[in-house]
């Protein structure tokens, strides 16, 4: 198949290079045209470290490869897909299967990555998701990777799972596209909480409380949105929180990390020296919150350190004084209240 990826960061290059093992012809576009030669004489992304590209991917800084590609893929940051999805959208054939690798919720329309991408195309293209635990890192060095692939069309599903499943890269399909692309957003800002937690050195305890917690909350915005809470229980869900929560590759965890141990937050962003997703998903996600009527205790509290200048320690102490509650909703809880 002949496959063109938008978006030349570490997670796209990662997976142009997983579709060329599959045996895929393969382009993968630099909105930096200086770039894609460097990448493509050196065989190098600086944002893979010690990772040789194949010499069958060619990188280019034009996005008119699109018109032969029958397979779109796109993987640039949350922030700038619309823009990317716009200078990609003259150069796709109505028809051809475009898919979205890239988490978030846009910033002022609360709109997920795949509503952005059938926008752009106008409705022209079938728009499939793929998420779950993947540290480019690790994927692009071959290492045990699952994954989902998430369409309305489970056959459009099905051809996605095909396409990039191998030996290492295990994919399964699930038609829950809205809870997908939710659990892919919201577990960056749950990261960062967590970053501040180990940052502050409060425990395994305070860390396994804060997570199941917060997959509750992430479950109950799930289900008002639309999506299913069963999605949250799989890769999407507590696969991708597990990860980017405890990983060392997490950029998420790391900015939590340094703003834990006292850095400002303009600070950590800089020193983590990547995109930091959760960071600008944290004030989506708010928003949405809010939208949907959905009290979101722990993604609100990350905000207010993000944005509003909010204390560490005392965040926490706030969120560990909420008033009492049942764990799961009976209709009654600890305090006797319906």
């Known amino acids: 198949m002949n496959i063109f990826v938008f978006g030349s960061g570490a997670w796209g290059t990662a997976l142009a290079m997983l579709l060329v093992g599959n045996g895929h012809t393969v382009t993968l576009w630099s909105h930096d045209p200086a770039k894609a030669a460097a990448m493509a004489r050196t065989g190098k992304n600086p944002a893979l470290p010690g990772v040789r590209l194949p010499k069958q991917l060619a990188v280019t800084g034009d996005p008119a490869g699109a018109e032969r590609a029958e397979m779109v893929l796109f993987a640039p940051p949350s922030k700038v897909l619309r823009s990317v999805a716009e200078t990609a959208a003259p150069h796709i054939r ?32 079938p728009v499939a998701v793929l998420s779950g635990p993947s540290h480019a890192e690790e994927v692009s060095r071959r290492m045990a990777t699952g994954c989902v692939a998430a369409a309305e069309d489970q056959a459009v599903a099905e051809l996605v ?63 008002r949105a639309g999506g299913q809470r069963s ?34 937050v303009e600070q950590a962003l800089r020193e983590v020296g990547a995109v930091v997703e959760g960071y600008y998903a944290a004030a989506s996600v708010r928003s949405l919150g809010e939208k949907l009527g ?41 305090s006797g209240r319906s």
């Open 161 to 223: 799972q095909g396409i990039f499943m191998n030996d290492m890269f295990r994919v399964y399909v699930n038609r829950d596209v809205v809870g997908v692309e939710l659990c892919g957003a919201v577990k960056n800002v749950v990261a960062i909480g967590c970053g501040v937690v180990d940052g502050l050195v409060l425990g395994d305890n305070a860390k396994a409380l804060y997570m199941t917690r917060a997959m509750a909350e992430l479950a109950v915005l799930c289900q």
């Open 231 to 264: 999605t949250c229980s799989g890769l999407a869900g507590m696969g991708d929180m597990i990860v980017t929560c405890l990983s060392a590759h997490s950029r998420n965890r790391q900015a939590g990390l340094l703003i834990g141990r006292g850095a400002p």
């Open 294 to 334: 959905v009290e979101l205790p722990i993604c609100r509290s990350v905000y207010g350190i993000l944005y509003e200048d909010g204390d560490p320690e005392e965040t926490v102490r706030a969120l560990m004084g909420r008033d009492r509650r049942s764990e799961f909703d009976y209709g009654w809880d600890m």
């Open 94 to 125: 109505p028809g051809t299967l475009v898919v979205s690798a890239t988490k978030g919720i846009e910033a002022g329309t609360d709109l997920r990555m795949s509503q952005i991408l059938d926008a752009a195309l106008q409705g022209t293209c």
